[in-house]
């Protein structure tokens, strides 16, 4: 029985979707530019009035938005609303450069949470679910949209923020928690920390999980599944469209829904910004219908994926994406071909390891080398030094085989890399440092 939060909406004929989004399109576009002269300026460059969008098959006149265009207008710079009309501001948890800075009316806010809502229904979420946030609160979207779905769902909300991982578990099983949302890779050390404390996945109450924020291979996910006794769901968004919620997964695992009533998505070559047809892979790009704030016109997200109208079994109609292949700014190139580290952890899990590896990219000598640290679990930590040489030399193979590069394998002792209780930094490139 497939559980939705607004019927009406996920199971929405293709021709009504349209027309709402038709509707909500032309709003949106003469909102954006009579209040915002950021983008007036963008829209007068290309020759594009409101007058010219008439519907969802004239977005492609529209110009494209970056991450730069945000960048250059911080922090006030897009805004479409008076300050007064905001009442809740997030940011990325980027390091590097200006921060994204993401403004919320009340509107806004309502409406993000239901988006969110959604993804906990669709994960079997009801009112008599206790469900434990392990996502960071505070800046970061994810602590702030799950709690909200939560609460909106009606279920008991528990809003741990992430770290302090053995208090996590002690929490869960006091308290019962049935749903679990945290990113990926903190899910995997609660997995871990839950067997290291001497338990099973018999122990706990968890039934689901909603992981996100990150890339995460089909393999991690099985992981996960095992080591908590879950069926884990994704779910997927940015600080730029608010947060999580643009979409989310269903019982079916095939993909995620999009949230089109609020979201329009389009696929694109990133070298030539043409727009793609339906299920070819290229750059995703969302335009917000809804938003009042931060309203974003052609957004392009970096993110690499394929999007897909398939029928789904659950009944949905909105439209599906991929799992993201990484963003097309994570892909590294090495000795000149294209690596994602999704390909290097499918690898390590398939041959038996856990999802504890580090990929380190370097130049010498004019020659890029490629380092992968892998941590061995206590069971294959006492294996001989001979097998463990063996061992690396199948993982080399292994690795060669889909990368068709040669990289070196190095198995650390157990625990001698850093676990994540947010986003995992899988990937260190030096090359970056020489630059
Ligand atoms: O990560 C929002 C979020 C919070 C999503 C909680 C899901 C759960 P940012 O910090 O702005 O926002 O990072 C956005 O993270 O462009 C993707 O590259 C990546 N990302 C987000 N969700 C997924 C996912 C939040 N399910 C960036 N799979 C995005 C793969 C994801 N990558």
């Not at 089909?218 to 599944?225: A, L, P, S, V, W």
């Not at 095992?226 to 993909?255: H, M, N, R, W």
């Not at 504890?356 to 294959?380: A, F, G, H, S």
């Not at 463990?388 to 990289?407: D, F, M, R, W």
Request: charged share 30%; proline share 4%.
């Amino acid at each position: 029985m497939a559980n939705y939060w607004n019927r009406e909406i996920e199971c929405m004929s293709r021709e009504d979707m349209k027309k709402l989004q038709d509707e909500r399109l032309v709003a949106q576009v003469k909102h954006v530019y009579e209040n915002v002269p950021y983008y007036k300026n963008l829209m007068d460059e290309k020759g594009v009035t409101p007058d010219d969008i008439k519907s969802t098959d004239d977005l492609h006149k529209l110009p494209f938005l970056t991450k730069a265009d945000l960048r250059e207008a911080y922090p006030y710079g897009l805004l479409a609303k008076p300050l007064s009309e905001c009442t809740e501001i997030h940011s990325t948890s980027g390091t590097t450069g200006k921060r994204v800075v993401a403004f919320y009316t009340k509107n806004d806010i309502d409406l993000w949470h239901d988006c969110c809502a959604r993804a906990i229904v669709a994960a079997g979420g009801t009112k008599d679910d206790v469900c434990q946030v392990a996502y960071g609160y505070g800046l970061f979207t994810g602590g702030a949209g799950l709690d909200g779905g939560s609460h909106k769902v009606g279920c008991l909300t528990l809003p741990m923020s992430s770290g302090n991982t053995e208090r996590q578990i002690q929490f869960m099983m006091d308290l019962e928690s049935t749903i679990l949302c945290c990113t990926p890779s903190y899910a995997a050390y609660i997995g871990e920390t839950l067997k290291e404390m001497g338990y099973t996945p018999d122990d706990i109450k968890l039934k689901a999980g909603i992981f996100g924020a990150e890339p995460w291979t089909e393999e991690m996910r099985r992981e996960i599944e095992k080591s908590l006794g879950i069926k884990a769901y994704d779910i997927y968004g940015l600080t730029e469209t608010s947060g999580p919620g643009v979409s989310f997964e269903c019982s079916e695992q095939t993909g995620m829904h999009i949230n089109e009533d609020h979201f329009i998505a389009e696929i694109i070559d990133p070298d030539t910004g043409e727009v793609l047809p339906e299920g070819s892979k290229g750059e995703l790009v969302f335009t917000s219908i809804t938003k009042e704030a931060f309203p974003l016109l052609r957004y392009r997200t970096r993110d690499i994926c394929v999007l897909t109208r398939e029928k789904c079994s659950c009944g949905r109609t909105l439209i599906k994406m991929c799992k993201p292949m990484g963003r097309s700014d994570d892909m590294l190139i090495i000795r000149g071909v294209n690596v994602f580290p999704s390909q290097i952890e499918t690898v390590l899990i398939e041959q038996g390891y856990a999802p504890n590896y580090l990929i380190e990219v370097d130049r010498k000598n004019n020659v890029d080398t490629l380092d992968i640290n892998v941590e061995l679990t206590e069971e294959q930590f006492s294996d001989t030094v001979k097998d463990i040489q063996k061992k690396e030399a199948e993982l080399v193979e292994a690795i060669k085989t889909i990368l068709g590069i040669n990289p070196k394998v190095h198995l650390v002792s157990p625990k001698t890399i850093a676990r994540s209780e947010g986003k995992a930094v899988r990937v260190i490139d030096k090359r970056k440092l020489h630059d």
